[in-house]
């Protein structure tokens, strides 16, 4: 399999592809660009033991297929390894085929299919899925502090008017002529000095005060609704649907 400047030819056995990578660096290829990978060399090299499809295509480029994944996972697991060869130019990829032809390496189509079959035949082919998720906006609600209501009790002064009638009570002095002879007998001939007298009234205005309830004034909580529209931002992950063909071209409908 080339992937982009690099060949990846797979082995079931890190012998053969030891040999292999010492008859590649005495046809010419440089001893850093020809590499021999077994299981830990890989999970080394990838960061990761998680050997799914994205793990390959990391490693070897986008154009590893499903069924190469499988076939290099299980072989590294039976002692197989993994043989690199960084190519420049078309030269040296006929160059690098001769070399290896002279090798037995692992027919990854062949392989891959009879791995498929022999899946189908235990039954444990799964369906590869992939869960979408999206968010939903919930609006709950809580009790918040809006302000204070505060009623002050504090005295007003002001002047206020009444009107009252009042009563004089005054002696008047009336002063007679008489002449009439029979009251002659009424007239007290004792020449010592008399007084008369009569007291005089006048009615004035008393103030008094008195309280009453004029007004009553009390706090109560009260409730109001009111319908508020909240707006925010929900995430949703959607899918893009590819198909490639063996060749990892875009398949258009």
Same mark, same amino acid.
């Given at each position: 399999?080339?992937?982009?400047?690099?060949?990846?030819?797979?082995?079931?056995?890190?012998?053969?592809? $030891?040999? !292999? *990578?010492?008859? /590649? %660096?005495?046809?010419?290829?440089?001893?850093?660009?020809?590499? =021999?990978?077994? @299981?830990?060399?890989?999970?080394?090299?990838?960061?990761?033991?998680?050997?799914?499809?994205?793990?390959?295509?990391?490693?070897?480029?986008?154009?590893?297929?499903?069924?190469?994944?499988?076939?290099?996972?299980?072989?590294?697991?039976?002692?197989?390894?993994?043989?690199?060869?960084?190519?420049?130019?078309?030269?040296?990829?006929?160059?690098?085929?001769?070399?290896?032809?002279?090798?037995?390496?692992?027919?990854?189509?062949?392989?891959?299919?009879?791995?498929?079959?022999?899946?189908?035949?235990?039954?444990?082919?799964?369906?590869?899925?992939? $869960?979408? !998720? *999206?968010?939903? /906006? %919930?609006?709950?609600?809580?009790?918040?502090?809006?302000?204070? =209501?505060?009623? @002050?009790?504090?005295?007003?002064?002001?002047?206020?008017?009444?009107?009252?009638?009042?009563?004089?009570?005054?002696?008047?002095?009336?002063?007679?002529?008489?002449?009439?002879?029979?009251?002659?007998?009424?007239?007290?001939?004792?020449?010592?000095?008399?007084?008369?007298?009569?007291?005089?009234?006048?009615?004035?205005?008393?103030?008094?005060?008195?309280?009453?309830?004029?007004?009553?004034?009390?706090?109560?909580?009260?409730?109001?609704?009111?319908?508020?529209?909240?707006?925010?931002?929900?995430?949703?992950?959607?899918?893009?649907?590819?198909?490639?063909?063996?060749?990892?071209?875009?398949?258009?409908?």
């Amino acid at each position: 399999m080339i992937s982009s400047d690099e060949m990846v030819v797979l082995f079931d056995t890190v012998a053969e592809s $030891r040999r !292999a *990578e010492k008859a /590649l %660096e005495d046809a010419g290829f440089p001893d850093p660009e020809v590499n =021999t990978l077994d @299981r830990d060399a890989i999970v080394e090299l990838g960061g990761s033991s998680d050997f799914g499809p994205a793990f390959w295509r990391t490693l070897f480029g986008r154009d590893v297929q499903l069924y190469q994944g499988a076939v290099f996972q299980k072989a590294l697991s039976t002692g197989g390894a993994i043989l690199t060869v960084r190519i420049h130019n078309d030269a040296e990829a006929t160059r690098a085929e001769e070399v290896l032809s002279q090798f037995t390496s692992v027919d990854l189509e062949a392989r891959g299919a009879g791995l498929i079959a022999e899946h189908k035949a235990l039954g444990d082919i799964k369906d590869e899925v992939l $869960r979408l !998720a *999206e968010e939903q /906006l %919930e609006v709950g609600k809580r009790m918040v502090e809006a302000g204070k =209501t505060r009623i @002050r009790r504090f005295v007003t002064e002001r002047q206020v008017q009444a009107q009252v009638s009042l009563r004089d009570q005054h002696a008047e002095v009336i002063r007679k002529v008489i002449e009439t002879p029979t009251m002659l007998d009424d007239v007290e001939w004792d020449w010592n000095d008399s007084t008369i007298e009569m007291i005089e009234t006048r009615e004035e205005a008393v103030i008094s005060k008195r309280t009453r309830v004029a007004e009553e004034v009390m706090l109560r909580k009260g409730e109001t609704e009111r319908v508020e529209t909240v707006t925010d931002t929900v995430r949703k992950q959607q899918v893009e649907i590819e198909r490639l063909d063996e060749q990892g071209r875009v398949i258009r409908d």
